[in-house]
């Protein structure tokens, strides 16, 4: 089918002539290392990870006169009486979510609503979603201002899929604040924002370069602090991580905007903490580390994939290797930065040595958490095009990933499961954790807070964590004795935070591996097939 195609740009916010009624619906998450979930009962009132900003930035686009409505199923599904009100139904989503993203579609055209699908997936696999009604391929731009422009003139479904694919992005410096108001930030275990757009790096299995460019491109800092006074304005969230593909992507922007943000924490008595991505490179920079712990910077993801040299040449990420990998997390722990990293095995380049590579590594290293993975080839990637070329794709129903390893599956997946279980071990998890509460912890500024987060409320909020640790982990879990050699400690030296922050990530990272070796989650969180999602447990 061809694209419809229109070169006019979209204007921070759309005009219409019509009113309509807009469902923003975004699918369910599958549960990973990643999204904390086994954290969220001890919180008593979190359902999801984060906010979907794509999302929420269409629905600050929209027209003003139109009325819109957004439901994230990860908090709780949209129901008959949402579909009912809407004339139409958007929804964004990744490769991961394919499943819940088809659902939500089928649910809205038994309502006979019209259907909108954007957002990374459908960018990059449109074929992949025959039945929705549009399809935005594409950032935000005319292709937006085209399917408004149509549903303006007539909500109701078209006879056959329309296509539109933007052609004229729009700047970024031009994004309206994402509708935060829409959300219940309360029920979110971070905050998040979006300064920059694109990497100019070109590692093998990312989609980023291709989604997204390799010129990062920018919003300006006054810009990002008005979205911190709407999430602000919004609700409760005391962390913000910055979604950026790379947050050094352009250095001189990033360190614009962390002058900007130290002064907007001291204006605001530091209402946030912050946490973002960027390539382990950015040890080089002491300066901006400076600065960034300043402005109250407190982790940072590095995507270190591998510890071998040779395997990373081989990914394609090469710039991993400019400089000592254990002199570069020594130097961001230093800054008070806990460093979490992405590890990746069924690479062509694994040996038989390689699961001990890894494992020395994450005890070398100290970094509590890993997102342990199987690769998985992403549409869109130079991985997945040499695979293809070399017919070592295959998209089969209970795989664990969609690569024709080099060795022998079975062995492969048993590796990924070595490497779990020795990783997230009670102990050697604590003792990591140990690690940084005396190295990494103690290193951070110690900001004069403001009401936000000395209020009786706050206070109130992390009492009740701390009564479900004690109670979930300090006196029903498997490895209680563990966590009471580290929590009495930080107890006794009035480290709270510090205690809270070791008990929910910990927590969530055991049951997750335990759940994970009875074959209940899946060994990449990008593989399709995913696994039934838990039921939510509350907490006290």
């Known amino acids: 089918m061809p694209a419809i195609q229109v070169n006019e740009p979209c204007a921070s916010r759309l005009s219409a002539s019509n009113t309509r009624k807009i469902l923003c619906v975004f699918p369910a998450y599958a549960s990973s290392f990643g999204t904390f979930e086994h954290a969220y009962p001890l919180r008593g009132n979190t359902r999801a990870f984060m906010p979907p900003q794509g999302l929420l930035v269409i629905a600050s686009v929209l027209p003003a006169n139109w009325d819109v409505r957004f439901v994230d199923e990860n908090i709780a599904p949209a129901g008959d009486a949402d579909f009912e009100w809407a004339d139409a139904v958007f929804v964004s989503g990744m490769h991961i979510q394919r499943d819940a993203i088809v659902d939500i579609n089928a649910r809205a055209h038994s ?13 990059a696999c449109p074929e992949r979603y025959p039945d929705f009604d549009y399809l935005h391929v594409g950032e935000l731009g005319d292709a937006t201002a085209q399917i408004a422009a149509a549903l303006d003139e007539n909500p109701r479904r078209p006879s056959r899929q329309q296509r539109c694919e933007t052609i004229v992005r729009t700047p970024l410096e031009e994004f309206p604040v994402p509708a935060y108001h829409l959300t219940e930030l309360d029920r979110y275990f971070l905050g998040n924002v979006q300064f920059s757009s694109g990497c100019p790096y070109q590692c093998e299995f990312c989609d980023i370069p291709a989604l997204y460019g390799r010129n990062p491109r920018l919003k300006s800092p006054k810009q990002l602090t008005r979205e911190l006074d709407a999430i602000r304005e919004a609700g409760t969230v005391n962390a913000i991580y910055f979604v950026d593909d790379n947050f050094i992507g352009n250095r001189r922007a990033a360190r614009e905007l ?41 982790t940072i993801f590095c995507g270190i994939e591998t510890p071998e040299l040779g395997a ?63 690769i998985e080839a992403l549409p869109r990637t130079t991985l997945y095009e040499r695979l293809a070329r070399e017919n070592r794709i295959v998209e089969e129903d209970g795989r664990e990933s969609n690569v024709v390893f080099l060795k022998p599956y079975d062995e492969v997946v048993a590796s990924w499961k070595r490497c779990i279980a020795e990783a997230y071990d009670p102990a050697a998890l604590y003792a990591r954790f140990a690690y940084n509460c005396e190295h990494t912890y103690p290193n951070r500024i110690r900001p004069d807070f403001g009401p936000e987060r000395t209020s009786w409320s706050n206070i109130a909020y992390g009492l009740r964590i701390m009564k479900n640790l004690f109670l979930r982990v300090g006196a029903g879990s498997h490895y209680r004795r563990t966590f009471w050699n580290l929590a009495w400690p930080l107890l006794r030296a009035g480290r709270i935070e510090d ?42």
């Open 111 to 123: 309502h006979d609503k019209a259907t909108v699908l954007g957002g990374p997936s459908v960018s």
């Open 258 to 298: 962390v002058e900007e943000l130290i002064v907007w924490q001291k204006r605001n008595r530091y209402p946030f903490m912050f946490a973002c991505e960027a390539t382990l490179n950015i040890a080089k920079h002491t300066e901006l580390l400076g600065l960034m712990r300043e402005a109250y910077f407190t």
């Open 312 to 374: 990373l040449q081989a990914i394609k990420k090469g710039h991993n290797t400019t400089l000592p990998m254990y002199e570069a997390i020594e130097t961001l722990n230093s800054y008070g930065f806990e460093v979490v990293s992405g590890i990746i095995l069924g690479l062509d380049t694994d040996t038989d040595e390689t699961p001990a590579a890894i494992l020395d590594f994450i005890r070398r290293s100290h970094i509590p958490m890993l997102t342990i993975n199987l």
């Open 499 to 540: 205690l809270i922050h070791v008990g929910l990530v910990g927590h969530h990272l055991v049951e997750f591996t335990r759940e994970a070796l009875s074959g209940a989650q899946n060994a990449s969180f990008y593989a399709p097939t995913t696994r039934a999602k838990r039921p939510f447990v509350a907490a006290e």
